[in-house]
């Protein structure tokens, strides 16, 4: 099995930097081409004013800035990388992005809080990609939930 495309969908977190050095991590080793995405979650509403719309479009040239910066990340160390910022639920984005360009490996962070008993729940847009993902998905772990 030959591992040459890898999705690394990222929200900008901590937990996204964790998974980005395993990513570029992977991406160097097997040479393989990195797709970088980010979701935005879409303003469903009725009636939605001038104003939201407007603060929409301001998030999502911000969003567009910062996963350039991303990109660019990658190719400082060689590591081919393509950008998208698409509009959507987060799971089903980085799903259906997936199966479009047969991905071949996601890696993503996981955010997620301690239960009562210390363990570490998993987050939704986490275990949502795991259980309907058409690929393979690392999820990485941030050094907090390691304590």
Known sequence: MKIKRILFPTDFSVYSEKAREYTLYL???LEASIYIIHAIEPLEYPGIDEEIK???KE??????KKIEEERETFEKKGVQAKTNI???PRWRVIN???KEKNIDLIVMG???LKTET??????????KVIFSSPCPVLVVRHEEWTK
Do not use: C, D, R, W
């Open 59 to 64: 998030l999502e040239k911000q969003m567009e």
């Open 96 to 98: 259906t992005f997936a």
């Open 27 to 29: 991406g160097e080793k």
């Open 118 to 127: 210390g363990q570490m729940a998993i987050g939704t847009t986490s275990h």
């Open 110 to 112: 996981s955010h997620g």
């Open 54 to 56: 407007k603060f929409y």
């Open 86 to 88: 698409i509009i959507g």
